[in-house]
């Protein structure tokens, strides 16, 4: 599925093709916030593929970098209690999902998108084709684990076999995740 980075601002527009690194650089001239679009027919989504370019003083980006560089901490505070570790390790995986772009292609609300749903997944019997056979299985952490990890495995009845594999995931932050989609 071809893209089009596009920041009409800037006049800067660059294809983003699968399995191709692509880097764009511009010198911007004001602070601000500048829309992104995506300027390639894409699909179902595309027109939801909207963002913003946030420009800010070198000083302002200085001080976010080292303060948050967009890695969520997933680790265990000892002094914490179970329950803390549990809230913390949850928000951490609503976190990931949004930095890794997971609701682009799947809603938390019900509403089908090019993925299923997020939402009552955990626990959830799911009829999904594996190997061309039509089988049921129970949304438990294992499927979802292996879910992330070779997302055409079992695919969703109904849905096309588009996710990539999220192989960059350590395995604490797919835990995160997992315990997160629990509170959906």
Same mark, same amino acid.
């Given at each position: ?12 527009? *660059? ?31 595309? @027109? ?33 209690? /179970? ?27 019900? +509403? ?6 997020? *939402? ?9 084709? +594996?190997?061309?056979? +039509? &089988? *049921?299985?129970?949304?438990? /952490? /294992?499927?979802? &684990? ?14 096309? @076999?588009?996710?990539?594999? *999220? ?18």
């Amino acid at each position: 599925m071809l893209h089009s980075f596009y920041v009409p601002a800037y006049r800067v527009k *660059q294809d983003v093709v699968p399995g191709l690194d692509t880097y764009v650089w511009f010198h911007p001239v004001d602070t601000g916030f500048f829309d992104i679009f995506c300027a390639e027919y894409c699909g179902q989504r595309h @027109a939801f593929m909207l963002s913003k370019v946030v420009v800010i003083s070198e000083a302002e980006f200085d001080e976010w970098i080292e303060k948050d560089v967009g890695t969520v901490p997933v680790s265990i505070d000892e002094t914490a209690s /179970e329950e803390e570790q549990l809230a913390r390790l949850q928000r951490a995986g609503e976190r990931l999902s949004q930095i890794k772009g997971c609701n682009a292609c799947h809603s938390t609300d019900g +509403t089908a998108l090019v993925g299923p749903t997020y *939402q009552g997944i955990f626990g959830r019997s799911v009829t999904v084709v +594996t190997d061309g056979v +039509t &089988r *049921q299985v129970v949304a438990d /952490e /294992e499927y979802i &684990r292996r879910s992330i990890l070779e997302p055409n495995a079992d695919v969703v009845e109904g849905y096309d @076999a588009l996710m990539p594999p *999220q192989a960059e995931l350590t395995d604490e932050e797919i835990q995160a995740i997992i315990e997160y989609l629990k509170t959906l």
